[in-house]
């Protein structure tokens, strides 16, 4: 969950009123946060880096409240502080609209197709006639640190650039150049740079060589003119120094370059509705409507409960069906759940009274996670030592280092992995108990490893595509393949679970080809008349890509069929 920090005075000034620690604990916890922690800046510093670099530093009670991590309108003290006066029913909820220039033509900003390859959405929006003190200006630049770090995806999904507009005249373009083709002095720097060298400086900034590979190897980058050709921004790592705003800013323009057009939309809303209370004229957006029907006779009651919610609600003529105006503040809600869950968090968990259930059930642990845990205890006895490994891997590990193709694992791929270690969801046991054995060579021979967890196999019957499969693995590493230990365990796992040697309901097995296996020793495994794994000694090659020097015997099995 994001953390926010706010002056605990300027909070109690905001609100109109002084609270104990206590009470705004509790209010704090009505309303669906959390009051993480009490503290300073000086007890920060001092707490990271001693009591010699605290010297000087702020006494200012600052309150860290904790908030969900999808209500992005409670990042900044000015939300924060809108949805606890409504909650508390001090200020009505807010009806957000449009306000268009008294003066001039609204302003526009032109997309080029040379966008389109490297960051192809845009949007943006103008704060008129706003006044900023020096808290509000801090909470604005606070804001947009926020949301770049939350909902932005730290700049890979969007970037938000302000600009005083005094000093730029539209209409403005979002185009994409190359590199060396952009020239403009970056904000608080002293002279001109291109794009391209701007990469070679900011590799060494602590804050910005964070966002450096989002563009660096493009071959065009994403950047905003005025109509004057004056840069305003090379999104998503610098501003312009030209347009940079200030605390005497009259009038703001905000651009949101973006992956996502969704996001854009619900970042920019989120900066425009946030502070435009600080504007002569608010600019709001018009909300949108959402009508959901509920079994309640207390529908005037619900009503009620969401208008404190921030959620504008009327009850329609039948008395049956509430009309929400959903206010852009609210990208959270999306289903008429989530409005049902705002009006219980406005009646107050705590509020609800405790029932006697209608209904009686006895829990009980599911089958298949019974059988996994008895099949553990034995193991153990067996000699066996359990691992516990990743879901996901590499694709190098379920293919590659077998020896297998990666079309023909069946394998889950990750949309946007962070690590080449973790692309896939796995599809077999086996990787991981091998890296785990290369990981403790040095432990003295010979290893007996297993592991009973689920792998994911692509599965087009299922509603997700995919499917979890309970598999048993176990593998076996010393300066002999033994082949006959896994052999026994595999004898062993059948006894327990009541599965006779023979064919039909028993169990048996037969030779078998597979590129993991060396040839010639490797079987597959059936009981009960269905192929339920395989089991042998594993070929040197998958040995060696491996890192390991010993041969290896192991078995795999599908435990699901047992229950």
């Not at 563009?215 to 950047?223: F, K």
């Not at 099949?375 to 297998?404: H, P, V, W, Y």
Request: hydrophobic share 40%; with cysteine.
């Amino acid at each position: 969950m994001p953390t926010v920090s706010v002056k605990r005075d300027l909070l109690f000034h905001a609100l109109g009123r002084t609270y104990t620690d206590e009470e705004f604990d509790e209010l704090c916890f009505e309303f669906g946060l959390e009051l993480d922690e009490i503290t300073s800046e000086k007890d920060i510093i001092s707490r990271e880096q001693g009591d010699t670099k605290a010297e000087g530093a702020s006494d200012v009670i600052l309150y860290k409240i904790d908030v969900p991590a999808n209500r992005y309108d409670l990042l900044c003290l000015e939300g924060l502080v809108r949805g606890l006066q409504v909650f508390k029913q001090k200020m009505e909820a807010p009806r957000y609209r449009r306000v268009s220039p008294a003066s001039s033509e609204p302003q526009r900003l032109v997309i080029t197709e040379e966008t389109t390859a490297v960051r192809p959405h845009a949007v943006a929006a103008v704060l008129r006639n706003i006044t900023f003190t020096q808290e509000r200006y801090d909470s604005f630049i606070e804001l947009q640190e926020k949301l770049h770090q939350n909902v932005c995806r730290k700049r890979t999904l969007v970037a938000i650039g302000t600009h005083d507009l005094d000093t730029i005249s539209g209409p403005f373009t979002y185009t994409a150049k190359p590199p060396g083709d952009i020239r403009f002095k970056p904000l608080n720097q002293a002279k001109e740079y291109t794009a391209q060298e701007l990469m070679s400086l900011y590799k060494t900034d602590s804050h910005l060589r964070h966002y450096l590979h989002i563009i660096e190897d493009e071959p065009l980058y994403p950047v905003i003119y005025d109509s004057n050709g004056i840069v305003l921004s090379l999104p998503p790592i610098i501003n312009g120094d030209h347009s940079k705003i200030s605390l005497n800013t009259k009038n703001v323009f905000i651009e949101c370059t973006a992956t996502d057009l969704t996001k854009a939309k619900i970042v920019l809303d989120m900066m425009v509705t946030m502070f435009c209370e600080y504007c002569y004229l608010p600019m709001f957006k018009v909300c949108n409507a959402l009508t959901f029907v509920i079994s309640s006779e207390s529908t005037e009651q619900i009503a009620q409960l969401l208008t404190k919610m921030c959620l504008r609600s009327e009850v329609m003529s039948d008395g049956e069906q509430i009309e929400v105006e959903i206010p852009p503040t609210r990208s959270d809600v999306i289903h008429a759940c989530d409005i049902m869950e705002d009006a219980a968090m406005a009646y107050g968990f705590n509020n609800i009274p405790r029932t006697t259930p209608r209904t009686y059930t006895v829990a009980s642990q599911l089958p298949l996670n019974k059988l996994s845990e008895l099949l553990r205890q034995d193991l153990a006895a067996a000699g066996f030592t359990e691992a516990l490994t990743f879901a996901l891997c590499s694709q190098e590990d379920i293919a590659d280092k077998l020896l297998k193709n990666i079309s023909e694992t069946r394998a889950c791929h990750i949309s946007n992995p962070k690590t080449a270690e973790f692309q896939v969801a796995r599809t077999t046991l086996l990787s991981g108990l091998l890296k785990t054995v290369a990981a403790n060579r040095k432990m003295p021979l010979p290893l007996r490893l297993f592991e009973i967890s689920d792998v994911v196999l692509k599965d087009e019957t299922k509603d997700v595509g995919a499917r979890n499969n309970r598999r048993l693995c176990a593998v076996y590493y010393n300066k002999s393949p033994g082949f006959e230990v896994i052999h026994g365990l595999m004898d062993r796992v059948m006894q327990l679970l009541e599965v006779k040697p023979g064919q039909g309901n028993g169990y048996h097995i037969q030779a078998a080809d597979d590129s993991t296996f060396f040839p010639g020793r490797c079987a597959e495994i059936f009981a009960r008349g269905k192929s339920i794994g395989r089991l042998g000694v594993l070929h040197p090659d998958v040995i060696n890509r491996f890192e390991l020097t010993m041969p290896c015997s192991a078995l795999d099995i599908d435990i699901e069929p047992f229950l």
